[in-house]
T-cell receptor, first 111, second 111 residues
Framework: QKEVEQDPGPLSVPEGAIVSLNCTYS??????FMWYRQYSRKGPELLMY????GNKEDGRFTAQVDKSSKYISLFIRDSQPSDSATYLC???????????FGAGTRLAVHP | DGGITQSPKYLFRKEGQNVTLSCEQN?????MYWYRQDPGQGLRLIYY???????QKGDIAEGYSVSREKKESFPLTVTSAQKNPTAFYLC??????????FGPGTRLTVT
């Protein structure tokens, strides 16, 4: 079983839709939860990170962590074609002392 | 303009040749990392360095070597011992281990 599971997609939505991207994980020791956006042939860009359960909002993006279910989500409101990219979740624990990445979900927002 | 630079963007080599990928950062970060990304897979850690003149193997270090003689620079050598070197290579740096920032990547093709 992989430590982090992420549906690879592709996920195709119309412009203006609310997008939900998700990851599940197996180890309850993870403490920090990151979301990266990666455009084609580019390096990943850190969008947000959260520590502990709850929600964190930044503009159109909301990161949600449910530690009891070992489930993290990234919501994108009013999605734009420029949001079309691969979204990677990444988790960190002091025990592993490294980031563990999901495989990424490819998102396409069409006009 | 602070950031991480990787060069070259594309690199082509014949099988059996060693090749060195460059990574430079001017963010004054102590830690630097090398990852490999293959289609449909998450990023996998090759090597990391938390301080000058010190580095540790990641999950897939076989066939790779690094040096860290300067804080700003962390070059990666892909040796002929690496069985499947064709991949997208990403360099990152951080102050906190969970908050890593990535360069634009180098796409290496070995034929």
């Amino acid at each position: 079983q992989k430590e982090v599971e992420q549906d690879p997609g592709p996920l195709s939505v119309p412009e203006g839709a609310i997008v939900s991207l998700n990851c599940t994980y197996s180890n309850s020791a993870f403490q920090y939860f990151m979301w990266y956006r990666q455009y084609s042939r580019k390096g990943p860009e850190l969008l947000m990170y959260t520590y502990s359960s709850g929600n964190k909002e930044d503009g159109r993006f909301t990161a949600q962590v449910d530690k009891s279910s070992k489930y993290i989500s990234l919501f994108i409101r009013d999605s734009q074609p420029s949001d079309s990219a691969t979204y990677l979740c990444a988790l960190f624990s002091g025990g592993y002392n490294k980031l563990i990445f999901g495989a990424g979900t490819r998102l396409a927002v069409h006009p | 303009d602070g950031g991480i630079t990787q060069s070259p963007k594309y690199l082509f080599r014949k099988e059996g040749q060693n090749v060195t990928l460059s990574c430079e950062q001017n963010l004054n970060h102590d830690a630097m990392y090398w990852y490999r990304q293959d289609p449909g897979q998450g990023l996998r850690l090759i090597y990391y360095s938390q301080i000058v003149n010190d580095f540790q193997k990641g999950d897939i270090a076989e066939g790779y070597s690094v040096s860290r003689e300067k804080k700003e620079s962390f070059p990666l050598t892909v040796t002929s011992a690496q069985k499947n070197p064709t991949a997208f290579y990403l360099c990152a740096s951080s102050t906190e281990r969970y908050e890593q920032y990535f360069g634009p990547g180098t796409r290496l093709t070995v034929t």
